[in-house]
């Protein structure tokens, strides 16, 4: 394996395109640099070199999709046969690569931008290239402090990239050198250059429901990269428990009116209610019997969410259920 195959593989691991051989290649290195006197982490402690081991992790984690399937060991995945010697120099090489990202991360306390929001709250925060996000309660989006800087390096082929646990919706701006914006889930990347788009990503699924453009998913499913290509008014969700796959047309203004905190409700079952209230407040929702779960409206109906007393009555009588709030418990029970 030449020196530029090793490079492709930890920079498309570093990317984000999650491989066992780049696994492999950095904990051979890891291992092996703890007896070796020229590595880059010759001289730090225990705890430091564990430290930076979990900055590894924290970094390149947020970009790879849940693995099902043990990790292989790179002879045994590509077919090559590599001496002890060779797998250790090329470990070695991409140990130096890894730890020279590390190292500056480790330097820099502020290396992450975070933004939080609570249950309940909702917040609109501008991108450093003009892109805009609102973000949905009990959400959290990450992207790296140095944007601006790789932004204006235009030798630096870097894409737009952010981290998302939780819901938020991107309107996106087109910058001239046509640079990437993706969005990272647990579960899989979205890819635009300027569009607006919807992702929730919770409970082990993402959904992305696309308004205006294009977009691509690259969906990591069974060790092969799905790739699916959008158009407005089409919703994909994909289960992470279940390694599955839905794609159907929408109306897709019916899943961002929580930007105005409204909350639509066309055809939507009592559970689904129940979990987007749990998912905005906080709240512990209990559905007593089995039956009302896929109870559903068949009419639409519009809901505020900023009052709480006014939604639960609401739904009791759009769905005829008694219901009862013991403090964070919510009860949800046939009349």
């Known amino acids: 394996m030449s020196q530029k195959d090793l490079d492709k593989i930890i920079r498309e691991y570093l990317s984000g395109k999650y491989s066992p051989e780049g696994e492999e290649l950095f904990n051979t290195w890891f291992t092996a640099s703890h007896d070796d006197k020229t590595s880059p982490l010759e001289g730090l402690t225990e705890a430091e070199k564990e430290k930076i081991r979990q900055e590894i992790f924290t970094k390149v984690k947020p970009y790879t999709s849940i693995q099902t399937q043990p990790t292989r060991k790179l002879s045994e995945r590509s077919g090559w046969k590599l001496s002890p010697r060779w797998y250790r120099m090329a470990a070695a090489w991409a140990g130096l690569l890894l730890i020279s990202m590390v190292c500056l991360m480790y330097l820099n306390q502020n290396e992450t931008t975070t933004i939080r929001t609570v249950y309940g709250e909702i917040k609109n925060v501008t991108l450093p290239d003009g892109s805009e996000v609102t973000l949905n309660a009990n959400s959290t989006l990450r992207y790296t402090a140095d944007w601006e ?3 204006s390096d235009y030798r630096i082929n870097a894409s737009r990239q952010v981290w998302l646990d939780g819901e938020a919706f991107f309107s996106v701006v087109h910058t001239q050198d046509d640079r990437k914006f993706e969005v990272h889930t647990s ?7 300027g569009t607006e788009f919807n992702v929730n990503n919770r409970r082990g699924d993402t959904e992305v429901v696309l308004h205006t453009g294009k977009v691509k998913l690259d969906i990591n499913q069974d060790e092969t990269v799905s790739e699916i290509v959008m158009k407005p008014g089409e919703l994909v969700i994909f289960s992470g428990i279940h390694r599955s796959l839905t794609k159907k047309l ?4 019916h899943y961002s009116t929580w930007r105005n ?6 055809n939507t079952s009592l559970i689904d209610i129940a979990r987007a209230l749990e998912d905005y407040y906080g709240f512990e929702i209990i559905i007593q019997d089995d039956s009302l779960k896929q109870t559903k409206l068949t009419a639409t109906a519009t809901l505020s969410l900023k009052d709480t007393d006014v939604i639960l009555t609401a739904i009791s009588e759009i769905y005829d259920i008694n219901v009862q709030q013991e403090d964070n418990r919510i009860i949800f029970s046939k009349p």
């Open 149 to 151: 800087e790789q932004m």
């Open 250 to 253: 929408v109306n897709p203004q």
């Open 187 to 193: 579960q899989l990347n979205v890819e635009v250059l």
């Open 261 to 266: 905190q409204e909350l639509i409700l066309d």
